[in-house]
C-alpha cells in the first residue's frame, strides 16, 4: 500500500536537493598576486528558482592544525547580499582596504551561505541550505618552499608520518600513498571538508 506522508516528504526533499546541485561557482578559489588589491568569482545559477545568499569575509589561520576563521575588515565585498534569479549568476567583487605586506601569504575565505525563503501561506516547505567556502589567498612576493616529512614505524604495526611547512606559504596535500616493500599499503587518514590538507607556514 502506498504510504502518502513518505511520498508527500520526498517531495518536499526534492526540489530543495535538486537546487542545491544546480548552484556552481566560478573559480573555486582566488589566488591573488602580491600588491593585487581585487579579484572576483562568480556564483551561477543553473537553476529555475530564486536562490538569496549572504557572503562574509573571513580571516583563515590554523591552531594547532585546525581551520580557524575570524570577521575580519581587511577586505570588503560587494554584494554582501544578494538573490540570484534562477539561469542567471552573480559577480562577486572582493576588495582589500589597503596594500598587504608582500613578504608574507595572505589567506582568508569568502563564506557564501544561503538564506531561506519565507513559505507560500498554508503550505510546507523543507529547505536544504548550501554554505560555500571560498579560499582568498595572497601570495607572497619571493616564495620560499621548505617542506619535510618524518616516518616512524610504531610498536602495534602502525605508521606515523610528521609534516613541517617551513616555507612562507601553506601548502595542499591532496594525496598520501604508503609504500612497503615496493607494493602500495592500504591505510586510512582523516581528510578535511575539502579533500586535502591546508598546511599553513610555522609561527
Avoid at 10 to 28: D, T
Avoid at 99 to 125: C, D, W
Avoid at 165 to 183: P, R, T, V
Amino acid at each position: 500500500m502506498l504510504d502518502v506522508k513518505k511520498c508527500l516528504s520526498m517531495l518536499c526533499f526534492l526540489p530543495s536537493l535538486l537546487m542545491a546541485a544546480e548552484i556552481h561557482l566560478n573559480p573555486v578559489r582566488m589566488k591573488m598576486q602580491p600588491g593585487q588589491m581585487a579579484d572576483s568569482f562568480k556564483i551561477i545559477n543553473a537553476g529555475k528558482e530564486n536562490v538569496p545568499f549572504q557572503l562574509q569575509a573571513m580571516r583563515w589561520t590554523q591552531v594547532d592544525g585546525k581551520d580557524v576563521y575570524a570577521e575580519t575588515k581587511d577586505f570588503i565585498i560587494n554584494p554582501p547580499y544578494t538573490t540570484i534569479a534562477g539561469g542567471d549568476y552573480q559577480l562577486v567583487r572582493v576588495g582589500f582596504r589597503a596594500p598587504m605586506n608582500p613578504n608574507v601569504e595572505h589567506t582568508y575565505r569568502v563564506i557564501a551561505s544561503q538564506l531561506p525563503v519565507k513559505a507560500e501561506t498554508g503550505s510546507f516547505q523543507v529547505q536544504t541550505l548550501m554554505r560555500f567556502n571560498i579560499p582568498v589567498i595572497i601570495q607572497p612576493k619571493d616564495i620560499i618552499t621548505d617542506f619535510q616529512f618524518e616516518t616512524k614505524a610504531l610498536s602495534n604495526g602502525d605508521v606515523e608520518l610528521a609534516l613541517a611547512n617551513h616555507g612562507n606559504q601553506h601548502i595542499q596535500i591532496k594525496s598520501i600513498a604508503y609504500f612497503k616493500n615496493g607494493e602500495e599499503k592500504p591505510f586510512y587518514i582523516a581528510l578535511t571538508e575539502d579533500k586535502f590538507f591546508s598546511m599553513f607556514p610555522d609561527t
